[in-house]
Structure formats: structure tokens, C-alpha cells
């Protein structure tokens, strides 16, 4: 199969070296002229898990409609703020029958769109032809070829089943579900909770407080997935729970590192810092719009939200938490 990944950071970069492992002719699409030419000359990405050497299966372009001219499937892991402009320049330059998966996760914070919304209204793809993959997955651990597992999300039970049969291996396990919305919002609102869990870490605020705050996220997590259509299951699964454990927990998360400086009182403009994208910091912001404007409780985006436009501290949040009104746990 003809495999385009378009976008060459850490996870689209291991992404490339999954795929051709798996056998796949891969064309990898990056911004920056000097991956394009690491990866021709030298088999490896310069700026990013750079100490892996790519496999032969795999080229390198800075030309969008040449890296996905003949691809069957395109893997598309754009950091979602910047998605939509890229999604725009593929309009025309994709196959008929292309399949389109979305590796990305998050909410675009000036539309409040997912991945799958922002593509429809960019490519007008027919439903049955996105997918979304998710789950708990660090992109070196993928790179070195460690077990894993993830889900792909999508209307068409064939072109999943597809899909898993042609990128799953004995080291990356597939499964399939037919939740968009779920895993979609579930992908992108753990980061939140990975910057609080963090920051919890950074305050030392132990062992606790750190599985309350898991748990409790993932509350809030489900309520809003549900509140905007996702199925509650896909939040206890490999998109939600999973990934949920591994970004909070893994020393690997780079939403987690951010809120682990930031409870140490580092300024949030050197935390930032760098090339590497923590998806969750735009995305509070929009979880917190959403949870708004849905009407649903989510103290923990909403303090995290607070934090990172500097109206509260990190010790003010966990205050603010840990004295709202009693309930039931299920409330």
C-alpha cells in the first residue's frame, strides 16, 4: 500500500517507521527543507527522534501534492491549531477513494471544531472515508518498536477492519470502533488533565492526589464527550482511560512535563518554549469554551484553563478544587 503521512514531528515520524515496518511504501511530508533532506541522505529526521534510522520504505518531501499524489491512505499528524491551513492545500490533490486518518488530537480553538468537523468542512470528505486514531502511544516507544495498542475510529466497518489489517503487527495492535466523537474528544481532553496531573506532581502533592485527579478527570472527560454525542464505553477504553493513564503518568508526556514546570513555578513562556507542541495547553481553552457553552461541570479543564491565562497559581486551583461544594460521586 501507498502510505502519505503528512507532518514529520515525533509521532509522524514513528508513524512513518511503523508503516513501513508493516510493509508499506511510505512518502513522509515535512515543513522544514531540513528533514526532507535528513531523511533522503542520511535516513534519519534531524530534529526530531532523531537517533532512529528510518527504513529504506521510506521518502521524504517539502512538496504536499507530490507526498500524496499516489497514496491509498493519508495519515495526517498536523498539530491541530495549525491543521486547517494544511488540510486546505490537500483540496484537489487527493485520490477518489483516499482514506483519510487523522493522528492529531485536539480542539481547534478559534472554531471549537475536532478533526473530524474540521476536515469535512475543509475537504467536504465523505464521513465513511475519515478516520481517527488514538490511544496510549508515545512516539519513541512506537519508533523502537515496543508493544502498543490504539484505536481507529470511523463510520465504515470495512474500511476499518481494512485499515487494521494492513497496519496492525505483532509489536502495534489495532482495534477498531465506530466512535468518532468519543475518541476524537477523548484524545484531546486527556492532555488537559495531563497538564494538571503535572502540575500536581510539580506542586508534590503525592501519590493521592494524583489518582483522585486521573479519576475525576476522566469524570469530566466523558461528561462533555457525552453531552456532544461520544458513547460513555469509548472513555473507559484505549483512547480514554488508556491514553489518559500514560499521559498523566509517563515520564515521555510533554503535557504532562508542562504542568510539572509550571507547579514548579516556572514562567509559562520558557515552559513553552521549543519545537515540541503540547496539543493540551490551546486546548484547555477550548475544552473550557465547550464545557461553557454545553453547560457541563469541568473543574478540573476550567482551573487548568485559569492557570495557563495566568488568573490563578497552581496552589489556587488545587484550593479551588478541593473546597467546591460536597456530592455524590457520580454526580
Known sequence: MRVAIVGAGSWGTALAIHAARAGHQVMLWAREPEVVEGICRQRRNPLFLSDFLLPEGVGATADLAEAVARAEVVVFVVPVQFARGVVRQLRGLLKDDV???????GIEVATLSRMDELVAQELALPMERFVALSGPTFAQEVARGLPAAAVLAGHSVD????????F???????YRCQDVVGVELAGALKNVVAIAAGMATGLGLGHNALAALLTRGLHEMARLGVRLGGRPETFRGLAGMGDLVLTCTGSLSRNRAVG?????GEPLDQVLAGREVAEGVPTAKAAAELARRWEVE?????????ILA????PRDAVTALMTRSLKEELE
Open 168 to 174: 496492525s503487527t505483532p509489536q502495534f495492535r489495532l
Open 260 to 264: 510539572e514546570r509550571l507547579g514548579r
Open 159 to 166: 474500511r476499518l477492519e481494512y485499515l487494521q489489517r494492513a
Open 99 to 105: 482514506t483519510f486518518v487523522s493522528a492529531s488530537k
Open 298 to 306: 469541568m473543574p478540573i479543564t476550567l482551573a487548568v484553563e485559569a
Open 310 to 313: 495566568q488568573r490563578w497559581s
